[in-house]
């Protein structure tokens, strides 16, 4: 089952509806924040798809900064990580991901791609999709959530 990861629109609708709309086969969306009122729009839009998002520090809204979910066996550290002080490191984001006792922990908030293992958690930030920081083209992520395991790849949105 793909999942598709996405932060950081930041009222870039057009970079938001394409995310949804080249991966309409898939039922799942996880938003990392700073955009939320987009996916409001989208939950418009998409009224079968389910969305599961967090507040980013540019939203004003009352959706959580940090939550976790669970998806096919999977328990999953969804945050925007201003709060953690991602910036600047993830140990804070690593000691909340053990306590919650998830496998992934998904992050954005740094406008930068991330993939990484580390202390057996898997940390992802799909990177930003209207306004990257990392010198790459606007992105996403894929989570491909298999009884074998589960694969992430980074996506450009091109």
Do not use: W
């Not at 080249?22 to 039922?27: A, P, R």
């Not at 009122?37 to 939203?59: M, Q």
């Not at 919650?100 to 580390?118: D, M, N, P, W």
């Amino acid at each position: 089952m793909r999942v598709v990861v996405f932060s950081d629109t930041h009222g870039n609708m057009a970079a938001a509806d394409k995310i949804v709309s080249d991966n309409i086969s898939c039922d799942h969306f996880i938003f990392l924040g700073d955009g939320i009122n987009d996916v409001e729009i989208l939950r418009s839009k998409y009224p079968d798809k389910s969305f599961f998002c967090v507040a980013g520090n540019c939203d004003k809204c009352s959706a959580p900064t940090s939550m976790v979910i669970e998806l096919f066996n999977t328990r999953i550290l969804l945050t925007h990580g201003h709060l953690l002080g991602i910036s600047e490191g993830t140990d804070e984001l690593v000691k909340l991901a053990k306590k919650e006792k998830v496998a992934f922990a998904l992050f954005g908030h740094t406008h930068k791609r991330y993939y990484k293992q580390e202390h057996g958690i898997y940390l992802l930030n799909p990177g930003s999709a209207s306004l990257p920081k990392d010198d790459l083209p606007p992105s996403c992520a894929f989570m491909d959530i298999t009884p074998y395991g589960i694969n992430c790849m980074l996506i450009d949105l091109t």
